[in-house]
Nanobody, 120 residues
Framework: QVQLVESGGGLVQAGGSLRLSCAAS????????MAWFRQAPGKEREFVAV??????DYANSVKGRFTISRDGAKNTVYLQMNSLKPEDTAVYYC???????????????WGQGTQVTVSS
């Protein structure tokens, strides 16, 4: 059974940092694009970052503050989040798919999400 399990969320003050992890099991995702999305209360899910074939892409709102990386040996992808702002508050989801995109359509595996709350 394929699973993506996120961890590392929590409550942090504005300006602080968190590192999210997404551990994959059930298959290897070395050839898959891995992405992070988020959904704030009352808003649609939005793209955050993606890593595919060694290249990365970020939403403008997080560029320069967030970094996506992966450890192939651990089948894990990370999202390092620095200089957090209250508007970063959301449930963060990990996703895997055959190619990278800012849209959620190509991602056929999703985690359950982890809550990130940034206080002002």
């Amino acid at each position: 059974q394929v699973q993506l399990v996120e961890s590392g969320g929590g409550l942090v003050q504005a300006g602080g940092s968190l590192r999210l992890s997404c551990a994959a099991s059930g298959r290897t995702f070395s050839n898959y694009a891995m992405a992070w999305f988020r959904q704030a209360p009352g808003k649609e899910r939005e793209f955050v970052a993606v890593m595919s074939a060694g290249s990365t892409d970020y939403a403008n709102s997080v560029k320069g503050r967030f970094t996506i990386s992966r450890d192939g040996a651990k089948n894990t992808v990370y999202l390092q989040m620095n200089s957090l702002k209250p508007e970063d508050t959301a449930v963060y989801y990990c996703a895997a798919g055959p190619y990278g995109s800012r849209q959620d359509r190509p991602y056929n595996y999703w985690g359950q999400g982890t809550q990130v709350t940034v206080s002002s």
